[in-house]
């Protein structure tokens, strides 16, 4: 990031330009066929603020927000708007080079189980792993009370008992908020007395009257209508605002479609006094609405529908007050602020899922108060660069609001690397990664046998990522009880989604605490606090827990002598490592490793608490003791730390872990070593900062290997081997010794730890997995759920060697040539099957604010399936693509006849029996075009920085593959075909190659394509 100007005095300047569009409804269908192009300025100071507005105003654009501010306005005017400001920044010399850019799917990581509150034992929530109880019996006015929480997710039902009151009597969800204007309605604004026979309503100043006409089309509905009363038809449902003498309003919304204002169907503003309806008050689908009598806008909310849960847990966890009537959250004395990140909208630029979404959120949560704020969503990006800035725009928030943010670090695990993502994330944030308490997990989940410290489940993501040292900050309970939606009962909700809001009611419990304590708020200070109160688990990398489970009391110690100037509260730390790039820890690969012996120097440089003097924060001096967890680490043993940098050098001597390893290869504990660093501080023993040096032995799969596996419940293990260029998959035969076999699962990870496939195992079936490119490879191997009894498994791996010798199909020499490079027979189907057609492909950058678009004529009476896809030119090795499509058919007068979200379409299923799909069948007789627009998430830095794409329409039709049994020998295979075996071909170009090995379940190995030659 350049610096700016002294005449600017900005630290970092973040402009996103965004494609604003939207998808017509019925009465907009004249779009332009070229996007309206916004932009996003976030933290702008004053004097960049009114340039910002002079060229706005200049321009006829529209300027919104506060601290992220939007441009919005027509295509001219964008453009004029652009040519302003880059002639601007040229003469101020300065660079609006932060470019913010966009998401992908709401992918939620939420693993589900419903289950039914039958005991008062079962009462359980995240809380006893904090020491929280005894706690409270000290001090039980610190419990969340006069703290904000803000929950990013998708919703809240606020009807539930859990979700009234704090527990000083005050309302508990204050606020409900989303990023969507799709439900937003115009009323008109009525003479009282002119309608006096349809109006039954005393002290009426004014009244407004219109419809919610569901007619109109929102992105995201699977109807060609927008539902949402649930009674499956297209109504015009009537509404009635009354402004009462007092000024207070009061919203009636004929639900029941029977024409007429009932007093069961009215009630006020939530957001203003928490007021709500009912879509449909049998399934307890709540209804929130909010009316602006100056705009004459009638706002309402879609309602949490059956399954939609996930926000309900995550608020139930974080700050849940007599939930069920009887027990609470983790910091029941809060209050909510709701931000439903997944209602609907007929707007593009709203539906997409982005990281200005977050920003949007994050800055609105924090202008209304909030004081923590929880994230339980998977975050993607296309490289580690672009994850640095991301972690800028998010400090800068930070900073801005005074807000701690929670994220989960997700349920990607049991494969090391799978916290990919893990620059993403400010160090002022808190990465929340999974505890399964033995006490905890037996009465939600009925899970018997795990180790009375409890464990790590095999599906949190661990470390470490980009910087090869970290993992998650801290772990936390999960599994608690919550409530699901309203027709359901209660859930056992897990996963990260339901750790990451137990320490974000942890936060709030200590602000809480410091608030009372008369104490100032540092979110920095919170955030080390917290970490450094962590107790670890045993035989537990940290790369895997972080710091432990946090205690709050402890927490509350640390904070003070964070305050009194006693120790930092920020260490920077940096190791040079072999390829002489800055990181935080070291990650050796032995078929990377080129030295038996490598040395590295460490530097660190103590941060002070912005509430210290500055005339003091030069005096401190932290005396450390360095402890390393191996004698193969060394270094010295103390060393100091203060306000100046203080160097450590350290040595990492491999040469008997090497001989060790190649004489027990079978032992897969060998195959991960994980030393750490630990800092020290001398008086105390206090801990205040670990390194971890990760060494993993990725040998070379030539051949088949077997290993046993003993397996916990809950538990995970990995298998490490590089995999040369020359293998095209992976064949597992499994045996289980002892358990049950669908509860035992294999995950792929990929070079870049991105989990690549997932498959249970079955008895006496192979698993074949696929393998993309060369390099290091983990197979992580887990038991779900269990008893105290393990579970005991034979792997063998066997690498699958084969390569097309062919270079085309010729029609009447029905014959083709395989080479494999195995030495045992390989048996199974080949299948020729046609060549996807290319529709159209076309060069794309995206430019880290654009869409991707791409169109073509469309026949219906083609049949087949339409695959959009987008391949980076240039992939990055630390990259997490994910990219969100929204498809729109059109006619021939170009109008808008439907949508759907995603990356294929297909209309084989003429006789789908779904109410949703025959609609769509029908209307889609008369499209003549189709038009993708995809979207990625994460967000540039530099201008003019392009990622360049290919972007392809593939058709795929409706024809069923060719299949041949074969049975592959070492060597060089003939195949011959029976004769007029392609005699139903006759209008393939080409064709593609795969092998399907015999009785196995997983993926088809694809050997390549050939041409299709006539003889």
């Not at 917290?530 to 107790?535: A, E, F, I, Q, R």
Request: aromatic share 10%; charged share 25%.
């Amino acid at each position: 990031m350049k610096q700016l100007t002294h005449f600017l005095k900005i630290f970092f300047l973040l402009s996103l330009f965004i494609c604003f569009t939207f998808s017509p409804s019925h009465a907009a269908n004249k779009i332009s066929k070229r996007f309206k192009d916004g932009f996003i300025f976030v933290g702008a100071e004053p004097q960049v603020v009114l340039h910002i507005k002079k060229i706005s105003s200049g321009c006829n654009t529209s300027l919104t927000g506060s601290f992220v501010k939007t441009v919005n306005g027509s295509l001219k005017g964008l453009k004029c708007f652009e040519r302003k400001w880059e002639e601007l920044n040229s003469i101020k010399s300065f660079n609006a080079e932060s470019t913010l850019g966009n998401d992908f799917p709401l992918f939620v990581e939420k693993p589900q189980t419903n289950i039914d509150l039958n005991k008062k034992e079962a009462y359980f929530l995240a809380k006893k792993d904090f020491n929280l109880p005894s706690f409270w019996k000290k001090n039980p006015e610190m419990d969340g009370r006069g703290v904000i929480v803000g929950v990013i997710d998708d919703g809240i039902s606020p009807h539930a008992q859990g979700f009234q009151k704090t527990t000083t009597g005050q309302r508990k969800v204050i606020g409900h908020y989303s990023n969507s204007t799709g439900l937003s309605f115009n009323l008109k604004l009525m003479d009282p007395n002119a309608e006096t026979e349809l109006i039954e309503e005393k002290n009426v100043l004014r009244y407004w009257k219109g419809i919610i006409d569901e007619e109109k089309h929102l992105l995201s509905y699977p109807y060609l209508f927008t539902d949402l009363n649930r009674n499956k038809t297209k109504d015009k449902i009537q509404v009635w605002v009354f402004e009462k003498n007092n000024k207070s309003l009061k919203i009636c919304i004929d639900t029941n479609i029977n024409k007429s204002k009932e007093e069961a169907e009215c009630f006020s503003p939530f957001n203003e006094s928490g007021g709500y309806g009912f879509w449909d008050k049998s399934k307890q689908i709540a209804l929130l609405a909010e009316f602006d009598p100056e705009r004459n806008l009638l706002t309402v909310n879609e309602g949490e529908s059956r399954g939609d849960s996930h926000g309900e847990g995550v608020a139930s966890v974080m700050a849940g007050h007599k939930i069920a009537g009887q027990y609470d959250g983790v910091a029941p004395g809060s209050q909510i602020i709701d931000y439903d990140l997944g209602e609907p909208s007929h707007d593009r630029s709203e539906s997409f899922y982005t990281f200005s979404t977050f920003l949007k959120a994050l800055e609105l949560l924090g202008e209304k108060g909030a004081d923590v704020v929880n994230i339980s969503y998977s975050l993607y990006f296309l490289s580690e660069e672009n994850q640095m800035f991301m972690q800028e725009a998010l400090d800068k928030l930070i900073k801005k609001y005074n807000f701690v943010l929670c994220f989960s670090a997700g349920n990607n695990g049991p494969g090391l690397k799978s916290l990919n993502r893990r620059s993403l994330y400010t160090p002022n944030s808190l990465v929340v990664g999974a505890f399964a308490g033995k006490d905890l997990y037996e009465r939600v989940h009925g899970v018997s046998g795990l180790p009375e410290q409890g464990l790590l489940p095999y599906y949190s993501s661990r470390g470490p990522g980009p910087s090869g040292g970290l993992g998650p900050s801290l772990i936390s309970p999960l599994a608690s009880l919550t409530y699901s939606t309203g027709d359901r009962g209660f859930r056992a909700f897990s996963g990260t989604s339901s750790a990451s809001p137990a320490i974000g009611g942890l936060a709030a419990v200590l602000i809480s605490s410091l608030k009372q304590l008369n104490l100032p708020i540092e979110v920095k200070s919170i955030v080390e606090a917290l970490k450094l109160s962590g107790t670890p688990l045993k035989n537990t990398p940290f790369l895997a827990q972080g710091y432990g489970l946090p205690k709050i009391e402890k927490a509350i110690q640390i904070y003070k002598r964070f305050l009194k100037g006693e120790l930092f509260n920020e260490i920077h730390h940096n190791l040079r490592a072999s390829d002489n790039n800055l990181k935080k820890g070291l990650l050796l690969k032995t078929s990377e490793l080129d030295s038996n012996y490598i040395e590295s120097r460490i530097f660190f440089k103590g941060i002070a608490s912005s509430n210290v003097e500055d005339s003091k924060k030069s005096e401190i001096l932290v005396p450390i003791k360095v402890n390393y967890s191996h004698p193969w680490i060394e270094g010295p043993k103390r060393s100091f730390i203060s306000s100046g940098r203080s160097f450590i050098s350290i040595g990492v001597n491999l040469e008997k872990l090497l001989e060790e390893f190649e004489n027990n290869y079978e032992n897969i504990k060998s195959y991960e070593q994980f030393g750490e660093i630990k800092i020290s501080e001398e008086k105390s023993g206090q801990i205040l900062k670990i390194i971890p040096i990760t060494l993993i032995h990725d040998i070379t799969l030539k051949s088949k290997k077997s290993w046993n596996l003993k397996l916990k419940a809950e538990e995970g293990k990995r298998i490490h081997f590089h995999i040369p260029q020359s293998v095209k998959a992976l064949k597992l035969n499994t045996k289980l010794l002892q358990g049950f076999p669908g509860r035992i699962g294999f995950k792929l990870y990929s070079p870049k730890g991105v989990k690549s496939r997932s498959q249970y195992m079955k008895k006496d079936t192979p698993i074949v997995f696929t393998t993309s490119k060369s390099g290091h490879y983990q197979l992580g191997v887990f038991r779900l759920k269990g008893t105290s009894r393990p579970s005991k498994v034979q792997v063998q791996i066997t690498p699958l060697k084969i390569e097309l010798s062919s270079k085309a199909l010729i029609k009447d020499k029905e014959k083709i040539f395989l080479n494999s490079l195995n030495k045992d027979i390989i048996r199974g189907d080949l299948l020729i099957h046609p060549q996807k057609e290319l529709i159209k492909e076309k060069y794309v950058d995206f430019k880290g604010d654009n869409e991707l678009t791409l169109s073509s004529p469309f026949n219906f009476e083609k049949k087949g399936e339409y695959i959009i896809e987008l391949k980076p030119l240039y992939p990055e090795e630390w990259s997490y693509q994910r990219k969100d499509c929204l498809y729109l058919f059109k006619n021939k007068e170009e109008k808008t006849l439907l949508t759907r979200w995603g990356g294929t379409f297909s209309n084989f299923k003429a006789n789908d029996k779904k109410v949703e799909n025959q609609m769509s069948l029908k209307v889609l007789e008369n499209a003549s075009s189709i038009h993708f627009h995809c979207r990625l998430f994460d967000s540039f830095k530099k201008s003019n920085y392009e990622v360049p794409f290919i972007m392809s329409l593939n058709l795929k039709k409706e024809e069923a593959p060719l299949s041949v049994p074969v049975s592959l020998k070492r060597g060089h295979n003939k195949i011959r075909f029976k004769k007029d075996f392609f005699k139903s071909w006759n209008r393939s170009h080409s064709a593609g190659i795969s092998l399907k090995i015999k009785d196995s379940v997983g993926e088809n190995i694809f050997l390549g394509n050939l041409p299709i030659i006539i003889n």
